[in-house]
């Protein structure tokens, strides 16, 4: 019986580390959403705080966009 690995299995690369997962801003759960705000810079919302703030923060004319 041959043990050997395969010469084609040998030098697999690995697949990259996920990245860090964003985290809301509010409460510090997993981001859903990227608010970016008309006067600059932006937050990072849940789901929860998305839907509790999103008509606030359109009518101010931030743009928001889903984080995955």
Do not use: I, K, W, Y
């Amino acid at each position: 019986m041959n043990t050997t690995t395969p010469a084609g299995n040998r030098d697999q690369s690995l697949p990259a580390p996920l990245a860090t997962v964003e985290r809301c801003d509010r409460c510090g759960a997993a981001a859903l959403v990227v608010v970016t705000l008309p006067t600059g810079g932006g937050l990072h919302f849940c789901g929860h705080h998305t839907r509790r703030h999103a008509a606030r923060l359109l009518e101010m004319g931030a743009g928001l966009r889903s984080a995955l």
